[in-house]
């Protein structure tokens, strides 16, 4: 014992620190007493002012020393400790970087199993390494020898004799994963399986894949029917809606139908049926567009579904496509923005779009003469447009419209001076051509009389006012 040491008391307040690593990979297929011996020694090996002996060791943990041995000799087959002395007996911890390994599997402890699985697959040699891989599995997961076997006569039966290993040992990894580990529980799991044979062999015929049904497809079937709640007959009906794919792509395309609280057949064929039609609807947009994708899903979900759902049928998303490929804006992106302006205007219908268009063109055209009255050599463009439907919305008719156009040519800011000039008259009520103020330098003079307050007045009431409302 040291010169300074802790009492048991204080080391009761501290911790012991266990790799994550053996709780990953060697506390699930340990025995309770193996985890506890393992435990308490790591405990110990922390606070060495615990002074103990094999016999105080076992006593501590209501055990014989025999069970303490057993264990110390099962941690130290993974490497993970060394036994240094057998009297007294003395057991030293290794790192996991240094000590950690596969535990040793004597072959002897497994002749009788390795005899019959020889003898289930008649047509090839089973290696050294596949018994070996067959008893770290038994090992692991702790499968009885007579289950493995089962499970091996399974395989065989459903692959043929000369069946590779490595799907034995999948399946024998899923059995053990599911603590299927007995002779009991493997026979009851194949009676299980063997009655979802039929239901299986529909949903691969409905996939058109030509196979027999095998433990992977059972494992999705017991998912869809035990845990998702889908009847066989709707989950066939899913399967024919995808018409061709894999177990896994019906999984997904499952899992979909669960989120969006798709369970019935006609749920199912109404909802594949809405999807094909929006796939098909995508790529007609997309070669409108001019655009090609390998993948659509995202675009699907992203823009066209919440396209549709907004009202725009496919006459009008491929007018709109069309219209976005002429003016370079031929992405999904670029074709949203366009619809959400139309959206905001309330124009969805393809005649509200079509009337929509022919309003532009005619509002272009008109505007066109405007900037050719203004001086202004160019054509029309956004905000030309927003300043005609605010003049529109002061009640000024074309002809003043030209009219203001006609005083602002020559001016710095034709525009900007022309809707000086339109706000003036509609505060003043000057809606006719007749009641504009001739000359111009009257009209102008009139507009410095009627400036009745002062700056500071003004400033006032800048302060008076909270908000100005329109």
């Not at 055990?63 to 400790?81: I, R, S």
């Amino acid at each position: 014992m040291g010169f300074c040491t802790f009492s048991k008391e204080y080391s009761a307040l501290n911790n012991t620190s266990v790799e994550n690593v053996f709780i990953y990979e060697y506390l699930p297929q340990a025995t309770g007493n193996a985890v506890k011996i393992y435990l308490y020694g790591l405990f110990l090996c922390q606070n060495a002012e615990f002074d103990m002996s094999l016999p105080s060791f076992a006593k501590e943990l209501s055990l014989t020393e025999e069970e303490v041995k057993d264990a110390f000799l099962y941690w130290e087959e993974f490497g993970l400790v060394t036994i240094l002395s057998a009297d007294p007996f003395t057991v030293k911890y290794l790192p996991f970087s240094v000590g950690a390994k596969p535990r040793k599997i004597k072959p002897e402890k497994y002749a009788a199993f390795s005899e019959s699985a020889q003898m289930l697959l008649p047509k090839r040699m089973l290696s050294t390494h596949e018994f070996s891989e067959y008893f770290s599995i038994m090992e692991t997961y702790g499968i009885k020898p007579e289950a493995f076997l089962m499970i091996i006569k399974y395989c065989a039966d459903l692959k043929g004799d000369d069946i590779g290993y490595k799907y034995i040992a999948a399946v024998a990894k899923d059995f053990g994963a599911r603590r299927i580990c007995t002779p009991e529980q493997v026979e009851e799991e194949l009676a299980s399986y063997t009655l979802r044979t039929a239901d299986l062999e529909r949903i691969l015929k409905a996939l058109s894949l030509r196979r027999k049904p095998e433990i992977e497809d059972s494992n999705y079937f017991y998912k869809w029917t035990k845990e998702l709640g889908y009847e066989p007959d709707n989950i066939v009906a899913a399967a024919k809606s995808m018409k061709k794919g894999s177990m896994k792509k019906l999984d997904e395309f499952i899992l979909e139908l669960y989120h969006r609280k798709v369970f019935t057949k006609a749920e199912i064929e109404s909802y594949s049926q809405k999807k094909r039609e929006l796939y098909e609807l995508t790529v007609k947009i997309n070669r409108a567009l001019g655009v090609y994708y390998d993948v659509i899903d995202t675009e699907v979900d992203t823009y066209v579904a919440p396209w549709v759902s907004s009202g725009f049928d496919e006459e009008s998303l491929l007018f709109i496509a069309r219209y976005c490929f002429k003016k370079r804006k031929n992405t999904p992106e670029g074709m949203d923005e366009v619809l959400s302006q139309l959206k905001k205007n309330g124009v969805i219908s393809y005649d509200s779009i079509a009337r929509y268009f022919v309003s532009l063109s005619a509002d272009d055209k008109f505007l066109a003469s405007v900037l050719e009255r203004a001086g202004v050599p160019r054509r029309p463009n956004g905000w030309d447009r927003d300043l005609l439907r605010q003049w529109r919305a002061w009640n000024f008719s074309e002809e003043m419209i030209l009219e203001a156009a006609a005083l602002a040519a020559g001016k710095n800011s034709p525009l900007p001076y022309m809707n000086s000039v339109l706000g003036a008259w509609k505060q003043k009520g000057i809606f006719s051509k007749e009641l504009i103020e001739q000359p111009k330098k009257r009209d102008s003079a009139h507009f410095e009389n009627e400036r009745t307050y002062t700056k500071e007045q003004l400033d006032r009431l800048i302060d008076d006012i909270d908000d100005i409302e329109f």
